[in-house]
C-alpha cells in the first residue's frame, strides 16, 4: 500500500519564527490533506490539496505530485500552533486516507 | 453550518464488553468515516459508510462493525472489547462523489479496563 513520510518528527521554535513541514508519498494519490491536531485531539482541516499551492494566513501549502510530495508552510509561528500536524492522502478518491506519523510542533514565547 | 459531532466523548468499559460510539455527519454529507488513533500506532482507517452501505474496511478484526441509519447518522460498535481497543475514535463525514474533502468530530476517547 501506499506509505507516507512526514519530517522531521519533533520541530521546536521561538514564536515569530517560519518553519516547513514535509510529506512525501510513495505513490500517485487523488487527495492530499493537512490537518492540525489540537490538544484535545481534534483534527483540524488546514488544505485540502492535490497539487498546486493555497494560500491561508500565515499558513500555506504545495503539492507537486510529479514529485509525490508537499509542504505546509507556517510563517511567524505562534504558540497556538502547537499541536501536531498531519499529512493524509488518499490514493483511490473516495476511500480511506492514509495518514503520516505526524509533525510534533511546539512553539514557545 | 454545524460541525461533525461525536457522542460520547467519553465512554470507560471493562474488558469483554460492548461499545457503541455514534456520528452525525455534516447536513449535506452522506459518506461517514471512522478512524482509531491509539496511542503509538497513529491514526488508521477502520470503516467507510456511504448511502447505507459499507465501502470499505480497514486492517480491523469482525468485532469492529458498524452502520449508517437513513439520515447518514452513523454508529460504530466493538464486540468483546480489548484493552487495547483503548484510543480516540474519530469519525469524519464528506460529500459523495470522488475528491472530497473529509472533516472530522471532536472524537470518542474509549478506554477499557
Known amino acids: 500500500g501506499i506509505q507516507v513520510e512526514q519530517s522531521p518528527p519533533d520541530l521546536i521554535l521561538q514564536e515569530g519564527a517560519n518553519s516547513t513541514l514535509r510529506c512525501n508519498f510513495s505513490d500517485s494519490v487523488n487527495n492530499l490533506q493537512w490537518f492540525h491536531q489540537n490538544p484535545w485531539g481534534q483534527l483540524i482541516n488546514l488544505f485540502y490539496?492535490?497539487?498546486g499551492t493555497k494560500q491561508n494566513g500565515r499558513l500555506s501549502a504545495t503539492t507537486v505530485a510529479t514529485e509525490r510530495y508537499s509542504l505546509l508552510y507556517i510563517s511567524s509561528s505562534q504558540t497556538t500552533d502547537s499541536g501536531v500536524y498531519f499529512c493524509?492522502?488518499?490514493?483511490?478518491?473516495?476511500?480511506?486516507?492514509?495518514f503520516g506519523k505526524g509533525t510534533t510542533l511546539s512553539v514557545s514565547s | 453550518e454545524a460541525g461533525v459531532t461525536q457522542s460520547p466523548t467519553h465512554l470507560i468499559k471493562t474488558r469483554g464488553q460492548q461499545a457503541t460510539l455514534r456520528c452525525s455527519p455534516i447536513s449535506g454529507h452522506t459518506s461517514v468515516y471512522w478512524y482509531q488513533q491509539a496511542l503509538g500506532l497513529g491514526l488508521q482507517f477502520l470503516l467507510w459508510y456511504d448511502e447505507g452501505e459499507e465501502r470499505n474496511r480497514g486492517n480491523f478484526p469482525p468485532r469492529f462493525s458498524g452502520r449508517q441509519f437513513p439520515n447518514y447518522s452513523s454508529e460504530l460498535n466493538v464486540n468483546a472489547l480489548e484493552l487495547e481497543d483503548s484510543a480516540l475514535y474519530l469519525c469524519?463525514?464528506?460529500?459523495?462523489?470522488?475528491?472530497?474533502?473529509?472533516?472530522f468530530g471532536p472524537g470518542t476517547r474509549l478506554l477499557v479496563l
Open positions: 493524509a492522502v488518499d490514493p483511490q478518491a473516495g476511500t480511506a486516507l492514509i
Open positions: 469524519a463525514s464528506s460529500l459523495a462523489g470522488q475528491q472530497e474533502t473529509q472533516y
Open positions: 490539496i492535490p497539487s
